[in-house]
C-alpha cells in the first residue's frame, strides 16, 4: 500500500470488499462472542463525521455502521463520499495531543494520522502523485504534497474547506 492508499484510508477507513463466502476455516453459523460470524463484509465503514457529532464523540472515523446498513452491497472501488475530511483531521489532532496544523503542513497532516511523515516517505509520496519537481527543494515540494493531497482527498469523495483548495 503506498502513503497515499494510507492516508485516504484513515480519512475513509478500509475499502469495503465483497466476501462470498466465510473466512477459511470458519463456520459461517459460528458464534464469536455471542454473535453470528455472516458471510457478508464485516469491515467497518466510517459514518459521515460532523465537527457537531465528533464533538459530541458520536461519530468516530474508525465506527462501525449502523446495523441495517450491513445488507448494503459492497463497494471496493468507491470510498464513502461526502466525508468531512476536515472534521476526522482535527478530532486526529485532538487524539494526538499534539501541536499540529494539518491545514499547512504535509509533515503535520501525516503525523495527525500516524503515518511515517519523514522526508524519505514525503519522496514516496511525491512519486506517488506524481511530483515532476526537484525533491531536494523539500519546503516547495512539501507545499506541493499538501495541496495535492488535499485536492485528491476531495476527488475521492472528501469534503475540504474551500480555502485549502487555493
Known amino acids: 500500500m503506498g502513503f497515499f492508499d494510507a492516508i485516504k484510508e484513515k480519512i ?16 459461517p453459523k459460528a458464534t464469536h462472542h ?3 460470524v ?9 459514518p459521515t463525521p460532523t465537527r457537531e457529532n465528533l464533538a459530541a464523540g458520536t461519530a468516530h472515523a474508525n465506527a462501525a455502521p449502523p446495523a441495517s446498513s450491513a445488507s448494503a452491497p459492497a463497494s471496493g472501488a468507491a470510498p464513502q463520499a461526502n466525508v468531512d475530511v476536515a472534521a476526522i483531521l482535527d478530532a486526529a489532532v485532538a487524539k494526538s495531543g499534539q501541536q499540529l ?9 501525516m503525523k495527525a494520522l500516524g503515518i511515517d511523515s519523514s522526508l524519505t516517505a514525503r519522496k514516496e509520496l ?4 506524481g511530483y515532476t519537481g ?4 523539500s519546503a516547495t515540494m512539501n507545499i506541493w504534497l499538501h495541496k495535492q493531497v488535499i ?3 476531495k476527488a475521492n ?6 480555502n485549502l483548495l487555493d
Do not use: C, R
Not at 526537484?134 to 527543494?137: E, N, P, Q, R, V
Open 101 to 109: 496544523n494539518w491545514k499547512t503542513s504535509i509533515v503535520d497532516l
Open 34 to 36: 455471542g454473535s453470528v
Open 151 to 153: 485536492s485528491q482527498l
Open 157 to 162: 469523495g472528501g469534503t475540504v474547506p474551500a
Open 126 to 129: 511525491a512519486d506517488e502523485l
Open 38 to 46: 455472516g458471510t457478508t463484509d464485516s469491515t467497518p465503514v466510517a
Open 134 to 137: 526537484d525533491k531536494s527543494d
Open 12 to 27: 475513509f477507513g478500509a475499502p469495503k470488499t465483497e466476501q462470498t463466502s466465510a473466512p477459511q476455516g470458519l463456520d
